[in-house]
């Protein structure tokens, strides 16, 4: 009968919808796994001397353990990148700047990874071992969390983002204090790469970056699209 028939068909739905979200938490989960492995494989020392190394993942590694020390926020975000794409999965790296750009330079420079269940880049962040989410638990990419900032809508910080195993971080500190500033202008490499820059700055792919319609920026391609 018809009411048989549709009896199946929600049944299929239901079974195609948990099929649906075990896939998204299968590929999050690399993505999650990813960002926590390199968290806490390199200290974060914002006050470091750039690496005179190559600039990828292993040899990074490599001169962090042999010189017993740390990388800034742009390094990590940059291995994270490299391991990303080493499993598949898209990734960028990101550098978040403030409005006043050519006087501020405390700007933050995360990773984001590509969701193909979701459809969208989501915002990883490394130094913080930091994700964000809406209040349903679905991840966020930068533009997002702007929006919602703008908005005055709910995000959410896991839990158990930190830094270096030692601050807690929080909404109130890591997003509306910090980040929020850091979010006026957003910078990316318009190709990803394993060593995307060398030491000699030499070597390194064309960017874009996204500012406010209207804003005058100083160096290279923007769009405000």
């Not at 998204?24 to 960002?35: A, V």
Request: charged share 25%.
């Amino acid at each position: 009968s018809s009411d048989l028939l549709l009896k199946t068909m929600n049944m299929m739905t239901e079974v195609d919808i948990l099929l649906i979200k075990q896939i998204e938490l299968k590929y999050l989960s690399r993505i999650k796994r990813l960002l926590y492995w390199l968290h806490d494989l390199v200290r974060h020392d914002g006050s470091s001397s750039w690496p005179k190394c190559h600039y990828n993942c292993v040899d990074l590694y490599q001169l962090c353990q042999k010189e017993k020390r740390g990388l800034n926020c742009r390094f990590m975000a940059e291995m994270l990148c490299e391991a990303l794409l080493a499993e598949n999965i898209p990734a960028r790296y990101i550098t978040c700047q403030s409005r006043e750009y050519d006087t501020d330079n405390d700007c933050h420079v995360i990773t984001i990874a590509w969701s193909r269940q979701l459809n969208k880049w989501v915002w990883v962040d490394p130094t913080f071992c930091a994700y964000v989410t809406d209040e349903n638990g679905l991840w966020l990419h930068p533009g997002e969390v702007r929006e919602r900032m703008q908005a005055g809508k709910k995000l959410i910080l896991n839990e158990d983002a930190n830094w270096n195993h030692e601050s807690k971080q929080t909404v109130e500190g890591y997003l509306e204090e910090y980040m929020a500033k850091n979010l006026y202008i957003l910078a990316s490499n318009l190709h990803s790469r394993s060593e995307a820059e060398s030491p000699d700055r030499t070597q390194k792919t064309e960017s874009i970056t996204l500012v406010p319609e209207g804003f005058k920026y100083k160096w290279g391609q923007t769009t405000s699209d």
